[in-house]
């Protein structure tokens, strides 16, 4: 009897002593891809594993090339003496945060879950049943979406991947709301780094709403969506892979887009200097295809060599109303001011009621 005992005793232990090296893999970000299913219905095929490789901005965009090697000054930086945008008026800027909080925009304590979060130590996690709901998770780790109408809401993702949130190809609707998604510094696969926050790779617009998001070297990386009342600060610098300063961006459009990007109400932070590959706060690329059908309105921006990129040449369509150009990183809103590559003539092109926060008008000039 007492050894029949002793055997059992063993067992429990060898028992606890296995479940607790796997709750230490998975706290770690360890251990296998994990997949959630959601709701009873249809479930959408995985697609490659979400460890495969990172993700491209833009749907059809290489992976091999989305790096973008930041040099120093960032390539997408003019010489400094050569400004794009005419500021005229006078004023005073006051405290930003104040400005930020008086104005009624974005900030750390109107964005981000609203409820108290359960910690899940899930690792790279791949989304793969339609219509799947998040709600209230404290995730370390990321999610990749092969699904459709996804919602992550009332929840922190906090992330050592390429990616804090991708949205894979051929899958739509997702939605990101009252989520606070961070990077851990130090931590990411690019040489410590992490690359998106949320990056939609899909053929279709994807909503990002009242979310807190900080730590990535590009913040929401997307030619189509809806971005509103978010808070976006923070952005993380770092070198990358190729062994010079990632581009560092709150926004980022690639063009080429076949939809539509609404960017509005939302406060923009890049505090990232020009040496250490600042790039945008919103950065309007034409690197894929032209840039077009795109609004950025009613916006708190500061910082990047131009806070606002506007597409160039070929862009069409930008509507760009109502923003505040905030002097709080530098005199001119961006380094070397607030706009570039805004082409006055394109159909559809739009800039009206833009100002810094001190008061002056700000007018670009053509591209």
């Not at 409820?115 to 209230?136: F, M, R």
């Not at 990007?261 to 894929?288: C, K, M, P």
Request: hydrophobic letters at 35%; a negative charge; aromatic letters at 6%.
């Amino acid at each position: 009897m007492l050894r029949a005992r002793g055997r059992v005793l063993a067992t429990g232990v060898l028992l606890a002593l296995v479940l607790v090296t796997i709750a230490v893999a998975l706290s770690r970000g360890g251990g296998p891809e994990h997949t959630v299913a959601g709701p009873p219905g249809p479930s959408a095929a995985p697609g490659a594993s979400s460890a495969a490789g990172r993700p491209s901005p833009v749907p059809g965009t290489d992976p091999a090339k989305i790096g973008r090697a930041a040099s120093t000054p960032s390539p997408r930086a003019t010489a400094k003496s050569k400004k794009s945008a005419a500021v005229t008026g006078s004023g005073g800027s006051g405290d930003a945060d104040a400005q930020i909080t008086a104005g009624g925009f974005p900030d750390a304590h109107s964005t981000g879950p609203r409820i108290a979060l359960k910690p899940h130590h899930t690792g790279a996690l791949s989304i793969t049943a339609n219509g799947t709901v998040i709600s209230g998770w404290d995730i370390t780790g990321s999610l990749d979406i092969y699904a459709n109408n996804v919602t992550i809401i009332d929840s922190r993702v906090s992330s050592n991947n390429w990616w804090g949130i991708n949205l894979r190809p051929g899958y739509s609707g997702l939605r990101v709301l009252h989520t606070t998604v961070t990077g851990l510094p130090g931590q990411g696969p690019d040489n410590g780094g992490e690359d998106y926050a949320v990056s939609n790779m899909g053929g279709s617009s994807i909503e990002v709403g009242w979310s807190n998001i900080s730590e990535f070297g590009n913040m929401l990386s997307m030619g189509q969506g809806n971005l509103h009342d978010n808070y976006l600060h923070d952005v993380s610098e770092f070198h990358n892979q190729s062994g010079t300063w990632e581009h560092a961006d709150a926004v980022i459009s690639d063009g080429g887009n076949t939809g539509t990007l609404v960017i509005r109400h939302n406060t923009l932070l890049n505090q990232v200097s020009v040496d250490h590959g600042a790039s945008g706060s919103i950065g309007l690329f034409a690197d894929t295809g032209s840039v077009a059908n795109s609004t950025v309105d009613g916006n708190w921006i500061a910082g990047g060599s131009y806070a606002l990129y506007g597409g160039g040449p070929g862009a069409n369509g930008i509507k760009v109303t109502n923003n505040i150009f905030s002097t709080q990183f530098h005199p001119n809103c961006g380094e070397y001011g607030p706009v570039a590559a805004w082409n006055a003539g394109g159909a559809g092109n739009v800039w009206s009621n833009n100002r810094m926060s001190d008061g002056r008008t700000v007018v670009p000039q053509a591209s």
